[in-house]
């Protein structure tokens, strides 16, 4: 039997179950359709290319799940968040990089990879024998869609996933603008000044609501709904939810101190570095599914961004995932064909970071299979063990959506306390008792 690992996808996902498969000794293909067949989203054919944020997120490892998530994959020499800490910028207490870079990085280390070969063919069917890992994310191209939702007996699940313009920074009006991270986060002062902040007033902020609700939106095609995913969602949508939704989300105000006035602002749009010439900024949370006339004309209302010049402007696409606490078995095969396993965002996970670690473990699992040995279970209080039990089993099938890692899906820890008083400690108990988990979990892996 054919002992190489083929990966549909070279995403976050499959980069890292490539990379993590072959460091074990298994020969590896990763099928990438870029840059041959493009999608509505990526711009390059890059493998590991970052579509919406730039950000990783929060690196905080004792308070943060994903921070967390960070630590296990680095211990576990995970390929994308090793060159994520290569490539980073300065952005408070995140961790964003810069994406071309980042990506180039990436695909240079899969190339050289001597156990590693890339395929530029598009996989329109799901294969009957070899050994496969589907890591096709959020973009699954629509005959292998249709070929997944045939062999589910079902059809697949999707919501809306919208991107988030970035500005080029020099277009910005820093007499009206300024530079600071909220509440001042990071230890050097280029991370402190990761993020550049336009405040509104109220007259401003309400005008800004009203061209938000009055502007031209993108329409779904015919048979799609908008079944979008809360952690990301276009600021139209939370606008329409009530008028102050967006300043009690990516517009609130706190932790900033405008310098060019005593006033303290009613709202502030928040833009983040994208690259390490610090010449692009992305706004912060504005995911959107304006036109693009529409996004100019609404985005230039914001104080500071008068006159800004756009080097991307928002945009949505469908995003595909399957019923994974239906369909997967523990160790992320699909049950119906166990030579095939889903990794990444197409199994129910959010972010570039969850979807990574899917690979990393789908990587694993399979090169463990291949060479006819098995690894022991997962622990389940380890941030990877939480998130892949949630998502094949541990999560409500009827009701399944995209989920982040959080600290929700961790089992309690024994003689603490909930409540907002006893959280520092709760999740420093969770981040502790988690590192603990995951070191014995790769002790007895080698």
């Keep these: 039997m054919d002992k190489t690992l083929h990966i549909i996808g070279g995403g976050m996902a499959g980069s890292e179950a490539a990379w993590q498969a072959a460091n074990m000794g298994v020969k590896v293909v990763i099928h990438e359709m870029r840059p041959k067949v493009e999608t509505f989203a990526h711009r390059t054919g890059y493998l590991g290319e970052m579509v919406c944020s730039n950000s990783f997120r929060s690196d905080d490892h004792e308070q943060n799940a994903v921070g967390l998530l960070h630590w296990e994959m680095r211990a576990a020499d995970g390929l994308i968040i090793t060159q994520a800490y290569e490539h980073r910028l300065p952005a408070g207490g995140a961790l964003a990089v810069d994406r071309d870079v980042f990506a180039a990085s990436v695909t240079d280390k899969l190339k050289a990879h001597p156990l590693i070969d890339i395929s530029g063919e598009e996989i329109t069917e799901l294969p009957s024998d070899g050994h496969w890992i589907v890591a096709t994310g959020p973009l699954t191209s629509s005959a ?105 989300g990516p517009m609130k105000p706190v932790g900033l101190t405008n310098p060019h ?49 756009f080097a991307r402007l928002g945009g949505i696409h469908r995003n595909t995932f399957i019923n994974s606490p239906t369909l997967l078995d523990d160790q992320m095969r699909l049950k119906s064909r166990p030579n095939i396993r889903f990794a990444g965002q197409i199994t129910g996970v959010e972010g570039y970071v969850e979807s990574a670690a ?60 909930g409540g907002r008083r006893g959280r520092k400690d709760r999740y420093k108990a969770y981040t502790d008792r988690a590192k603990t988990c995951f070191s014995d979990w790769l002790a007895q892996s080698t």
């Design 358 to 417: 899917m690979g990393l473990l789908a990587g694993r699992y399979a090169a463990a299979e291949i060479l006819g040995t098995s690894l022991p279970m997962l622990p389940e209080n380890s941030a990877m063990g939480a998130l892949v039990h949630h998502v094949t089993g541990g999560a409500e099938a009827k009701t399944f959506q995209p989920m982040n890692v959080n600290f929700g899906l961790f089992h309690p820890v024994d003689g603490l306390k």
């Design 261 to 309: 006035s005593d006033e303290k602002p009613y709202a502030v749009v928040q833009l983040r570095r994208d690259n390490a010439l610090g010449t692009l900024y992305n706004i912060v949370g504005f995911q959107t599914k304006m036109k693009y006339g529409a996004q100019t004309e609404v985005f230039r209302k914001i104080p500071g961004l008068e006159e800004a010049s």
């Design 144 to 248: 292998l869609g249709d070929a997944i939702a045939k062999e589910t007996s079902s059809e697949a699940l999707a919501f809306f996933d919208a991107i988030a313009p970035i500005v080029y920074t020099d277009s910005i009006d820093m007499d009206k603008a300024w530079k600071q991270s909220r509440y001042d986060k990071g230890e050097t002062e280029e991370e402190r000044t990761a993020y550049i902040n336009c405040p509104m007033n109220k007259d401003q902020y309400e005008a800004f609501i009203d061209a938000l609700l009055d502007a031209d939106k993108t329409e779904f095609h015919e048979g799609e709904t908008a079944g979008y995913f809360d952690g990301c969602l276009p600021i139209e949508v939370m606008a329409e939810r009530g008028r102050e939704t967006l300043r009690f």
